[in-house]
Nanobody, 121 residues
Framework: QVQLVESGGGLVQPGGSLRLSCAASGIIFSVYAMGWYRQAPGKQRELVALIANGYNTNYADSVKGRFTISRDNAKNTVYLQMNSLKPEDTAVYYC???????????????WGRGTQVTVSS
């Protein structure tokens, strides 16, 4: 059974940093691309960062230069380092499995509970 568990969210002041983690189980993690998504209140879920199985990365324009996605295949975990956070980054953040090798196409896993990130002074 595929399971995705996100963690690391919290309340942070504008300009601060957080590191999110997503632990995956039930899949051959290294085969898949992985994506981080977010959903703000009243908005659709959006893809913010993507990492291919070969470690190529892509980012939404809104987070480029501030967020960094990485993966540790030995730990079946994908990370999202978020720096210079802004109030508009406030959302529930989710990870999901993306088709190999580059993550093109819709997510292929079930959504986890996500982790709340709130950026506020």
């Amino acid at each position: 059974q595929v399971q995705l568990v996100e963690s690391g969210g919290g309340l942070v002041q504008p300009g601060g940093s957080l590191r999110l983690s997503c632990a995956a189980s039930g899949i051959i993690f290294s085969v898949y691309a992985m994506g981080w998504y977010r959903q703000a209140p009243g908005k659709q879920r959006e893809l913010v960062a993507l990492i291919a199985n070969g470690y190529n990365t892509n980012y939404a324009d809104s987070v480029k230069g501030r967020f960094t996605i990485s993966r540790d295949n030995a730990k079946n975990t994908v990370y999202l380092q978020m720096n210079s956070l802004k109030p508009e980054d406030t959302a529930v953040y989710y990870c999901n499995i993306k088709p190999p090798p580059y993550g093109v196409g819709p997510p292929v896993g079930y959504w986890g509970r996500g982790t709340q990130v709130t950026v506020s002074s």
